[in-house]
């Protein structure tokens, strides 16, 4: 499939997953919006890019905040054009511990990622979407949005929230040819696992999760992670349009989920 002609964002996009789903969406012919804090992440997945003859622009922000949201979509749509692909990547893990005594502040400082980021995207992209008449959005879950485990509600309640935004939003869209889905991107230890595993938190609470990641940490997750790159360009090829609105994880066919929605 080819994606000339596509505008991509993706947040998040200078390391692990991100980075894969952004290099998977500039393979196809995407141009794509790198954006994350760290200036020199997105820096260098952009030369990636280019190195391999794709067209990307490295934009440093702060998705939580909404002039940082504002410039990093006024700077794309300046020089590469208007979104056509949205990817949210960006999150977190912590913080860990039970709800009784919690750190509010730093929860609703979690929340702040996983909710209200991808909620000044959408509130933004989605009007010049349907506006155009063309648009796919892929919000990046996690498993966790539909289980449920100990010292882990901030997380949780963050990765739900982004299912249900999906559930919603792809309701209020779909009648003017515009997409949304959410996924679990898969099992790969990245940068947000390796803090997991430093946490003094998560080492007294999940200490079962801390030393499974650690026994995988050593495993090469190349692979993985071009998976779930391609998960993004099969659900941003039009391909499977009838499912917009659905969370899916990376064992989950597509095409079967296809034959049930056609049946």
């Not at 609703?108 to 000044?120: E, K, T």
């Not at 992209?125 to 882990?152: D, E, F, T, W, Y």
């Not at 039009?238 to 994880?249: I, K, N, P, S």
Request: aromatic letters at 6%.
């Amino acid at each position: 499939m080819s994606f000339e002609g596509e505008i991509a964002l993706v947040t998040g996009a200078g390391k692990g997953f991100g980075r894969a789903i952004a290099l998977a969406l500039a393979k196809q012919g995407s141009a794509v919006a790198l954006v994350a804090r760290t200036a020199s992440d997105v820096e260098a997945v952009a030369a990636e890019i280019e190195a391999a003859g794709g067209k990307a622009l490295a934009i440093a922000a702060d998705v939580t905040q909404e002039a940082d949201v504002e410039r990093s979509i006024r700077e794309t749509r300046a020089q590469l054009g208007a979104v056509t692909q949205f990817v949210n990547n960006a999150g977190v893990g912590w913080p860990y511990g039970p709800v009784g005594g919690m750190d509010v502040a730093r929860w609703w400082q979690a929340q702040h990622l996983h909710q209200l980021a991808p909620m000044l995207y959408l509130s933004r992209l989605l009007p010049a979407m349907r506006a155009a008449g063309k648009g796919r959005v892929v919000i990046v879950s996690a498993k966790a949005s539909h289980v449920s485990a100990a010292n882990m509600s901030a997380y949780i309640t963050g990765k739900t929230a982004q299912v249900r935004i999906v559930n919603v939003a792809a309701l209020e869209v779909k009648d003017a040819g515009v997409s949304l889905f959410a996924i679990d991107p898969g099992f790969v230890v990245t940068d947000l696992a390796r803090e997991t595993m430093t946490s003094p938190e998560a080492k007294i609470y999940l200490s079962g999760m801390v030393e499974r990641l650690g026994e995988a940490s050593s495993r090469d997750f190349s692979g993985d992670l071009a998976a779930c790159g391609q998960r993004v360009v099969d659900l941003m090829s039009g391909r499977y349009d009838a499912l917009t609105g659905r969370y899916f994880e990376m064992y989950d066919d597509l095409d079967e989920a296809l034959k049930d929605i056609e049946a």
